[in-house]
């Protein structure tokens, strides 16, 4: 996008990046010797470097949360609630907002050149966790000369790297603001998970993870996976209004060969849209990370436990129609905080968009984020 | 500080851990941290006193009461409060039952059905009492279940609870020689403090 920016957008951003050579040991018991981290940062930072706010990003997501890029036609993916005056307000906060390991925007990932053999990682790149991600932001925010965080935010995935720096480093995060998000995976996540790793891994272009090697990509299994993911994202009601039984063409047509309903084209064009952007195997290693996010399961199950030396204050928001991550998965986090004599604040909004409902800027989500963000002090 | 909280903050020991049903804008919890250490958490449904809470840094979480206090642990209080909201939940018993299993004292103020002005009303004029205390009209009311102070006590001593302290007092929160001698009749708003009673064994 070239030209004036609106008043309430960063404008023009830059993704920059870091260089890693210290070992990163990860959950899985492998390491990456060495790696990089793409990241973008927006407003300023302060003297006394206690304004800096760290944005996760969830599945699909990546560093390029706001503002334009020089080419681009959108802004970035969080651009309803980064900017000046927006909920996270970049005249008060320094963002740093970063692609996270294993992903496909620039951060080392499995399309990214394994450093022994010359050729794509592929399959071959290490499975990644929730806390490995969290360890390597912390590693980012050491490079950028920050001790402590005056807040981690992130929404659905996001949600829970915010949740997991809170255990990990409890004493470098001031707040902690988890959106649509839960404090694990439930068996039906983990089934929708499952359909579309499937999609992905018997898509003959997968090539056991190596197609990069054979110069292809999966794209059906990808674009399988995007459409029944895309589907958990919505909300029956928010599909319903959006397509209803709306018809692509004139009448029915009665065979399996033509797109028929409104909402088969729309999924299909999302499906499409994402297998040419995204690399099946960061979609892979993606649902992974979310199906393993179990930060209680070293404390018995006891989410009150597994908070316990966390000193951050909690700000937890869910969306009446989420069905991904329903409100109850935060009440659920919300109760064990509360249990554990933590400073939380939960509230539940009433909006129609189902767990997508966080990237949309809702007049009720924006006042009650920005209310939490304003009395932050930095 | 509205005069009801002004009254109970008195009852609520420094330290201690609070919460407050309905709590409105979060104002008593907003006092309460401010003076007397007090952690506590408010349970509010309408969005815009959560925002009010929200910019005063008080811990609110968005519960409906008449889904219960199934969420909290027994005896995971000190203090359980509710200001004027006795007369709004679906099954008030089943509140004060909750309450007096999560915390270990119990704070409730509720309006006085039994006051003169509304027995004057309903009997003057066959209609159920409007004031400008109470400005509702029976079919668009939040308030379902009035009692007086005697029904009050009544479902007290049903329920085995003890009453600890009690305040008859006006609108304004005063109490007066009247409100103190014949509270279900002057008395505009109760204000209680009730515990489980134990039952002493030998």
């Known amino acids: 996008m070239s030209g004036v920016f609106p008043e309430d957008s960063v404008g023009l951003v830059y993704p920059q990046t870091a260089q890693f050579t210290e070992p990163l040991l990860l959950a899985c018991g492998r390491q990456l010797d060495e790696y990089e981290l793409v990241y973008e940062t927006y407003g300023s930072l302060n003297d006394t470097r206690s304004n800096a706010l760290l944005i996760c990003h969830a599945l699909s997501g990546h560093h390029h949360a706001a503002g334009y890029h020089t080419d681009d036609s959108k802004p970035g993916w969080w651009e309803a609630c980064i900017g000046p005056g927006k909920p996270i307000d970049t005249n008060k906060f320094f963002v740093v907002s970063l692609n996270n390991l294993g992903g496909c925007n620039g951060s080392t990932g499995p399309a990214s050149t394994n450093p022994f053999t010359g050729k794509p990682y592929g399959a071959d790149f290490p499975m990644m966790t929730v806390q490995d991600w969290v360890q390597s932001q912390a590693r980012l925010a050491d490079r950028l000369g920050i001790e402590q965080w005056a807040a981690v935010v992130g929404g659905s995935l996001g949600g829970m790297q915010a949740l997991q720096w809170t255990i990990d480093y409890p004493e470098r995060v001031r707040h902690c603001v988890s959106i649509a998000a839960a404090p694990r995976l439930s068996a039906q996540n983990i089934a929708f998970n499952e359909v579309a790793r499937q999609a992905i891994t018997s898509d003959p272009d997968f090539y056991a993870g190596h197609f990069l090697e054979q110069g292809t990509v999966p794209r059906r299994g990808l674009k399988l996976a995007r459409m029944i993911g895309h589907i958990t994202y919505l909300s029956d009601d928010s599909m319903g209004e959006k397509f209803g039984r709306e018809l692509k063409t004139e009448q029915l047509n009665f065979d399996l060969n033509n797109v028929e309903f409104q909402v088969e084209s729309y999924l299909r064009y999302q499906g499409e849209q994402f297998s040419t952007r995204f690399d099946a195997n960061t979609y892979l290693i993606m649902t992974k990370a979310l199906d393993y996010f179990d930060p209680a399961a070293a404390h018995g199950g006891d989410l009150a436990k597994t908070f316990a030396n966390a000193s951050a204050s909690f700000y937890l928001i869910s969306f009446t129609t989420d069905w991904r991550f329903s409100p109850e998965r935060s009440r659920e986090m919300a109760n064990a905080l509360i249990a554990a004599g933590k400073n939380v604040t939960y509230v539940d909004i009433d909006a129609p968009h189902g767990h997508d409902a966080f990237l949309i800027p809702h007049p009720r989500y924006l006042q009650a984020f920005s209310s939490y963000m304003n009395r932050i002090e930095t | ?202």
């Open chain 2, 1 to 202: 500080m509205r005069a009801d909280l002004e009254i109970i903050q008195q009852w609520i020991p420094e330290n201690s851990r609070v919460l407050d049903l309905g709590c409105g804008d979060g104002e008593l919890l907003a006092w309460l941290k401010e003076h007397k250490n007090v952690s506590g958490y408010g349970l509010e449904i309408d969005p815009d006193k959560i925002n009010a809470c929200i910019e005063k840094n008080v811990n609110v979480i968005e519960q409906n009461l008449d889904l219960g206090l199934g969420n909290f642990a027994s005896n995971s209080f000190d203090v359980v409060v509710m200001t004027q909201a006795l007369q709004v939940v679906h099954y008030p018993d089943r509140i004060l039952q909750e309450m007096l299993r999560v915390g270990r004292t119990c704070i409730i103020t509720f309006p006085n059905f039994g006051h003169w002005r509304c027995r004057w009303y309903l009997a003057t004029r066959g209609r159920m009492p409007v004031s400008d205390f109470m400005p509702y009209t029976w079919y668009n009311t939040p308030n379902i279940h009035f009692c007086t102070f005697k029904d009050f006590e009544a479902l007290c001593s049903e329920m085995q609870m003890q009453v600890l302290d009690r305040l008859a007092v006006d609108n304004q929160h005063r109490d007066h020689l009247g409100s103190k001698l014949w509270p279900n009749l002057l008395g505009e708003i109760g204000i209680y403090r009730v515990t489980r009673n134990t039952v002493k064994t030998a």
